[in-house]
């Protein structure tokens, strides 16, 4: 009877230390996980605010930001990873005139396939370009950036201020814009010669899923009539179709 009171409160004891032990390490994680939740911002203090007013649907605001956060970030290989290579069917190893698959196709054999990259300028001709290119097309643009600068429009800090459709999808497409640009805009240059310019970033419709993958991207200068169109109003350019401004910088 004796031993077996005495294995009783062994019995006990290690329970009575268990219990303590594991209350001890519970607490501990709860106050890990209190440091933990405190050192996480809130979303308001993150860099890039959500988009409020996607006008041409989730797919293309999806993409937008994911482009934003990674030019942001300074991370142009990420903004790659969003695009999608175009086959382009060589007509010959060199140009035969202006524009065509080049220099994507220079020393290509005729009808041979490459894949690439469609980059364009405004009120120039395309290009079609290697990935390698491509990326370095993105980068000039953001190493061109002149963040202290300050214009009408605001900052040269280079933000999202307009989406753009040059064609309404058909109703059996996921999106309600079959060509979407995502206008990005900053000021480059330095001194005398900094000017506000615009990256933007084309993504053709599919047939499934909620991303779009980006399938040229262009550059170029903002004529002074456009800007408010641009940057204020929204309405229509000849290049760049129907224009929504979700940054209305001008108001600010």
């Given at each position: 009877m004796g031993r077996a009171a005495l294995w009783l409160g062994v019995a006990l004891l290690l329970a009575l230390v268990g219990a303590a032990v594991s209350y001890t390490q519970k607490d501990r994680f709860r106050r890990d996980d209190d440091?933990?939740?405190s050192?996480?911002?809130p979303l308001s203090?993150?860099?890039?605010?959500?988009?409020?007013?996607?006008?041409w649907g989730e797919a293309g605001c999806i993409l937008a930001q994911g482009i934003e956060r990674a030019l942001q970030a300074g991370r142009v290989d990420a903004v790659v990873d969003l695009a999608a290579p175009t086959l382009h069917v060589c007509p010959g190893p060199r140009p035969q005139g202006?524009?065509?698959p080049f220099p994507l196709c220079n020393g290509a054999a005729p009808s041979e396939g490459r894949f690439g990259y469609n980059v364009g300028r405004r009120y120039s001709e395309g290009a079609a370009v290697t990935e390698n290119e491509f990326r370095a097309r993105i980068q000039r643009f953001v190493d061109s950036v002149h963040?202290?600068?300050?214009d009408e429009v605001?900052?040269?800090d280079l933000r999202l201020f307009a989406f753009t459709c040059t064609q309404r999808a058909a109703p059996a497409q996921n999106v309600?814009?079959?060509?979407?640009?995502i206008v990005f805009s900053a000021v480059v240059g330095e001194g005398s010669d900094a000017h506000r310019e615009v990256l933007i970033f084309w993504a053709v419709a599919g047939y499934a899923g909620k991303t779009l993958p980006i399938t040229e991207v262009w550059d170029g200068i903002v004529l002074a009539e456009e800007r408010p169109i641009l940057f204020q109003t929204g309405g229509?350019?000849?290049d760049l179709g129907e224009v929504d401004v979700i940054d209305d910088a001008l108001a600010r």
């Open positions: 440091v933990a939740g050192s996480t911002p203090e993150t860099p890039v605010l959500a988009i409020q007013d996607c006008p202006s524009g065509g963040v202290r600068a300050q605001g900052k040269g309600s814009c079959a060509r979407l640009g229509h350019l000849p």
